[in-house]
């Protein structure tokens, strides 16, 4: 069975016991770097550095942060959030290997950004569409925080709540497309959403 099965399935379950408890907090979903991962830093490698060099630049659930590390090595100000108690140790010792790359780690979670300072000149994220909720909580979070000509990159296996996502994209503030990407080394093709605030 694979990792992206079963996490599909477990959510699925979890939804059909109606069980409103959340289990970031016990599930160390950070600890690999994801296809969706993977997929998103190829986007960006291709996209290039210039539109990052100076930015703020946010990343959401960051896991292990690959994202993160490149828009630093691009020259970005980059903040990465994650609400695992455990993500803060991993970057810390991530980043001791990787001279050069400077990144401002941040415990926020998606769903309550009242914390959430300034508005972002780019907001990334990979594989963070798993839980029922969280498609509505994230449109949300891109209305309230993306800078007036900022982009977010959403990157997503195609789990089951992405098509949701598309949706309350499509109806929010915000202008979006997607595309659709192979993974090395993975089955399934990854879809990055580009959302921007015109
Ligand atoms: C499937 S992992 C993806 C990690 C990384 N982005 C990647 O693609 O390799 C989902 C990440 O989102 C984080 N997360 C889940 N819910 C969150 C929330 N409400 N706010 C912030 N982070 C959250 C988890 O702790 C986990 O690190």
């Given amino acids: 069975v694979s990792l992206d099965e079963t996490v599909d399935s477990m959510f699925e379950e979890?939804?059909?016991?109606?069980?409103?408890?959340?289990?970031?907090?016990?599930?160390?979903?950070?600890?690999?770097?994801?296809?969706?991962?993977?997929?998103?830093?190829?986007?960006?490698?291709?996209?290039?550095?210039?539109?990052?060099?100076?930015?703020?630049?946010?990343?959401l659930g960051c896991g292990l942060a690959l994202p993160s590390f490149l828009a630093s090595r691009f020259g970005a100000k980059v903040t990465a959030a994650d609400l695992h108690p455990d993500v803060p140790k991993f970057l810390k010792n991530n980043l001791a290997q990787n001279a050069g790359i400077e990144i401002c780690f941040q415990p926020w979670d998606w769903r309550d950004s009242t914390r959430v300072p300034?508005?972002?000149?780019?907001?990334?994220?990979?594989?963070?569409?798993?839980?029922?909720?969280?498609?509505?909580?994230?449109?949300?979070?891109?209305?309230?925080?993306?800078?007036?000509?900022?982009?977010a990159v959403i990157s997503d296996p195609q789990r089951p709540y992405a098509e949701r996502f598309e949706n309350l994209l499509s109806a929010s503030s915000l202008q979006a497309y997607k595309v659709e990407r192979p993974v090395l080394g993975s089955k399934q093709n990854c879809v990055l959403f580009i959302v921007e605030r015109v």
């Fill in 118 to 151: 300034t508005q972002w000149d780019w907001i990334l994220a990979s594989d963070v569409l798993y839980e029922k909720e969280y498609p509505e909580a994230l449109v949300k979070f891109l209305e309230r925080h993306l800078a007036i000509g900022g982009r």
């Fill in 14 to 59: 979890l939804d059909r016991l109606g069980s409103d408890r959340i289990l970031e907090e016990l599930c160390p979903y950070f600890g690999v770097v994801w296809p969706a991962a993977q997929a998103l830093t190829e986007w960006m490698a291709q996209f290039g550095s210039g539109g990052f060099a100076g930015r703020q630049v946010l990343e």
